[in-house]
């Protein structure tokens, strides 16, 4: 081992570590790993570093690639083998922890007509957002959600739920986000099947929604006590009538365009404790400006088309293409059109950061508030 390992991190800043090898030196850190320590200021600049430095990197994965290789999983695979049929997303920096990005998990599931996985219930908290395909449905603790095309769907930590497609449908692709890498990272991480395989529906079909998803408007005397949104499913429908509606009496975010947040209607809070999500609107020809956030984003495009600049690398998307933001990279978002909008619904975990006090937002300063592009 040569003296180098050891001071390799060593930064010439008063208040860092800044600890030259020396032979006495390295023997004393030699010695003290064999004692199962170490010298902190050996690594602390390492393990401490100025600000975040994500081990993922930006990537997009684009449907039109993937989409016949999801649908082979049909032919190759039974649900009832396979637990859920999915291809999951692969951040090239992540792939230890089987993370799209940062600490989150996605991946497109696909069902057939007739399908249904069994039911389960883990400590991940998931949603998924659905892609294509009519007929799909969520049970979730015995309320049963109906699904179509840019509907999301909450899964809540600890509770019951399957997917499946019915019998009169088509074939379904929807994406998946979970906590999976989180739950692991903290060690707190449960799976259990359902003793019966599946639940009993026992609400009226969609009564989440009619009970809890009419804007502004609380059921009288209803009560809430768990720690997720009460309004398991957010329609599309409504969802982009409620952008279309504020993009006319806002100039938005100079960094996100019209975004609204689902939220939970019990608390106005994020849908779970773990996960958020929100819609976009990026306007016929909008370019946002840049900025950078700590906390992680998983983004699907679901109308439209246009590009994000992401740390000075450009990815151009269209519908049903996916792709990530790590952690304090700076990102930007344009719509490549002229006359219609673009809309992109992204996950996060931004309700981690802000319960851990550990939110952050820094705008990009210079070039006009845009990125140069580097590649
Ligand atoms: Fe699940």
Redesign the pocket.
């Known amino acids: 081992m040569s003296q180098a390992n050891f001071d390799r991190y060593r930064e010439d800043v008063i208040g860092r570590a800044n600890v030259v090898d020396t032979p006495e030196r390295v023997a004393y850190y030699r010695r003290l790993s064999e004692l199962g320590t170490g010298a902190l200021w050996t690594v602390a600049n390492k393990i401490e570093p100025w600000e975040p430095g994500s081990a993922s990197v930006p990537f997009l994965w684009r449907y039109r690639d993937l989409r016949e290789d999801v649908l082979k999983a049909l032919d190759l695979v039974t649900p009832e083998e396979a637990g859920?049929r999915v291809v999951y997303l692969e951040n090239p920096g992540r792939r230890d922890v089987v993370a799209a990005v940062g600490w989150l998990y996605s991946g497109l599931q696909v069902m057939k007509p007739g399908e249904c996985a069994a039911a389960?219930r883990?400590s991940a908290s998931?949603l998924r957002f659905i892609m294509e395909g009519s007929g799909a449905f969520t049970n979730v603790d015995g309320h049963r959600m109906t699904l179509g095309a840019n509907d999301f769907v909450l899964?809540p930590n600890g509770t019951w739920?399957e997917h499946g497609v019915e019998e009169e449908g088509t074939t379904c692709i929807w994406q998946d986000g979970l906590d999976i890498p989180l739950m692991n990272g903290l060690e707190a991480n449960f799976y259990e099947v359902h003793p019966d395989l599946n639940q009993a529906v026992s609400f009226p079909v969609n009564d989440a929604v009619a009970t809890w998803g009419n804007p502004g408007l609380r059921p009288w005397g209803a009560l809430w006590d768990k720690r997720y949104s009460p309004c398991l499913k957010y329609e599309w429908a409504p969802t982009y009538e409620a952008l279309t509606k504020y993009a006319r009496v806002t100039d938005g975010s100079p960094f996100d365009g019209v975004l609204m947040e689902y939220v939970n209607p019990d608390t106005g809070g994020p849908v779970m404790m773990t996960i958020g999500a929100h819609m976009q609107m990026l306007r016929p020809g909008e370019h946002t400006m840049a900025h950078r956030q700590t906390g992680s984003f998983v983004y699907q495009c679901c109308k439209g088309r246009g590009w994000s600049i992401i740390n000075g690398q450009r990815f151009d998307w269209q519908e049903r293409d996916i792709f990530v933001v790590p952690a304090w990279m700076y990102h930007e978002h344009a719509n490549a059109s002229d006359s219609e909008d673009a809309c992109l619904f992204a996950f996060h975990d931004l309700p981690v950061m802000r319960a851990l006090g550990l939110y952050r937002e820094e705008a990009f300063g210079d070039n006009g508030g845009r990125q140069p592009i580097l590649s």
Request: no cysteine.
């Open positions: 859920r389960h883990h998931a899964t739920h």
